[in-house]
């Protein structure tokens, strides 16, 4: 084994779908190339062993959000113990902003952008010569044709027990500025025919989790509505042995024929992330966010009354020009539509994106460590953020987390975001903590909350045993939810987090 493909990823259960691709792409070089995945918190110095076992004489490293700190760690100790062994830097994380970052520093060689092709051309060169003279490498974008699909390279393993990442379409014509995708300009299909015959052989080999990382299910209707039909046909052929599809949509986008589709799925089937990132029409415009806001309403409501979907809708806090009352009205606004799940994000400056032009207009700081979490802005001060971001928290424990279904709505009541703001607020000073609240006690104290607002301990004790978590069976309200291996991350907007998933 000559080269070796590797990145920490998030979770175990998160199968990179990215080194899989440089994997079926490497061409004569395949056979000499394997592929080693880590989980972040594993110890740097096991991570370096456990990759220097294996005698490679190029290491080629998938940089993300979530793993450049501990990347850098890892690539600074193997130049250390291992100084010929060439290090080569990829992903969205280091093909932005390289100068600035020492994991760049620290290693031999970068390729920013798509690395499909450049990575195994630049492979070549390292081992047969001429030595590459350049460090940083843009890579090049090839006809999607040319791409040979990955999907093969999902193990036994892969299939019975992590998510299995694919994707139908890259890229994304939206420019929200937010988001890395804003930089793609238009989105490129891969061929519909070859990628169903690789879907048709995951189902074949026990794939029942597909979790499409496509920017916009819903760009091409005919496209859309092939696939879902790949996946109704698998239902009706397998009713005993479901499969189960997540799906990125544009919320204003939903065409008669593409319901009709979405409304013969069976419940369970079907998951859906929905971007509305904010209400407000003026705050859309100054990210360069397209949205009708009416439409994007009336099907996130039409997704909710006729059809079976799981929607999980998401919601930025820290936007340029958004205060507390204009999230607030948009929060309350989204829950009136009763989507399954809110994801209530905090705005994260993602390397590259446009955003950062209104840095100076708007105020806008943002932590300088990963996830580059905004701190403030002319809006909103530190000190309120760090409110919305407990609110995100707690909004995620009992929300999200289904364990609280019938309290939450009474904890809500008529004004969702001042209530829910007001018992973050209050469950903070009970707890000084928004980690590590075992879920006995966040029902007691949940309980103690709604006695503070006029309930009796009686009447609190019925609601909340109407709950999973009254009858503290944790266990039982996860089957309230979306299959577990299909939920997202917790509080990081879906549009950021696409970003930050492997
Ligand atoms: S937020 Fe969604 S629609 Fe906007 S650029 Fe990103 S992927 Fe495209």
């Not at 994997?23 to 000499?32: C, K, V, Y």
């Not at 929300?399 to 969702?416: I, Q």
């Not at 209050?426 to 607002?453: C, E, F, G, N, P």
């Not at 109407?466 to 907007?493: L, V």
């Amino acid at each position: 084994m000559t080269i070796l493909l590797s990145t920490l990823n998030a979770r175990y259960t998160h199968a990179s779908l990215g080194l899989r691709y440089l994997l079926a792409n490497m061409g004569p070089l395949q056979e000499r190339t394997r592929l080693q995945e880590f989980v972040i918190g594993a110890k740097t110095t096991e991570i370096v062993e456990r990759i220097l076992a294996r005698k490679p004489r190029i290491i080629g490293f998938g940089v993300y959000i979530w793993n450049v700190e501990e990347t850098t760690k890892v690539v600074a100790m193997l130049k250390r113990v291992a100084p010929d062994v060439v290090i080569v830097l990829g992903g969205p994380e280091v093909s932005h902003e390289p100068g600035e970052q020492a994991i760049v520093q620290a290693a031999d060689y970068l390729i920013t952008g798509w690395g499909d092709v450049t990575f195994p051309k630049l492979c070549g060169e390292i081992l047969n010569g001429p030595k590459p003279i350049m460090k940083i490498h843009a890579g090049v974008q090839p006809p999607m044709a040319e791409l040979k699909l990955p999907y093969s390279l999902y193990t036994d393993d892969d299939i019975k027990n992590r998510t299995l990442y694919v994707e139908a379409s890259r890229g994304c014509p939206f420019k929200c500025e937010f988001c890395l995708s804003a930089l793609d300009k238009t989105a490129w299909p891969f061929g519909l025919e070859s990628f169903l015959a690789e879907m048709e052989s995951l189902h074949a080999r026990g794939a029942r989790l597909f979790k499409f990382v496509d920017r916009t299910f819903n760009l091409n209707i005919k496209t859309s509505l092939k696939i879902m039909q790949f996946f109704l046909d698998k239902l009706e052929a397998n009713p005993d042995d479901p499969v189960y599809a997540h799906f990125e949509l544009v919320p204003d986008h939903l065409p008669d024929a593409l319901k009709e589709g979405i409304s013969k799925f069976p419940p369970g089937a079907l998951q859906f992330e929905i971007g509305i990132q904010s209400f407000n029409p003026e705050v859309q415009a100054l990210v360069s966010r397209k949205q009708d806001n009416q439409k994007a309403a009336d099907n996130i409501r039409w997704l909710c009354e006729q059809s079976n979907a799981h929607l999980h809708v998401d919601l930025i806090a820290g936007l340029p020009g958004e205060d507390v009352d204009s999230f607030a009205r948009g929060f309350n606004k989204l829950v009136e539509l009763k989507p399954h799940e809110i994801q209530f994000g905090i705005l994260k400056r993602l390397r590259g994106t446009p955003i950062i032009r209104h840095t100076e207009p708007y105020g806008l700081v943002f932590d300088p460590h990963p996830p580059y979490t905004i701190l403030a802005n002319k809006q909103i001060d530190f000190m309120t953020m760090q409110r919305l971001v407990r609110f995100a928290r707690y909004w995620d424990l009992v929300a999200n987390s289904g364990r609280f279904a019938n309290t939450v709505v009474t904890l809500m009541g008529e004004t969702p975001f001042e209530n829910f703001m007001a018992f973050s607020d209050w469950l903070y000073t009970k707890t000084d903590a928004t980690h590590r609240i075992a879920l006995d006690r966040l029902a007691s104290l949940v309980s103690q909350w709604l006695q503070t607002r006029g309930m009796s301990a009686e009447e609190a004790g019925r609601l909340l045993a109407s709950d999973y978590a009254g009858r503290n069976d944790a266990a039982g309200a996860k089957t309230k939810t979306a299959p577990p291996a299909a939920r997202p991350e917790a509080s990081i907007p879906q549009r950021q987090a696409r970003h930050l998933a492997a």
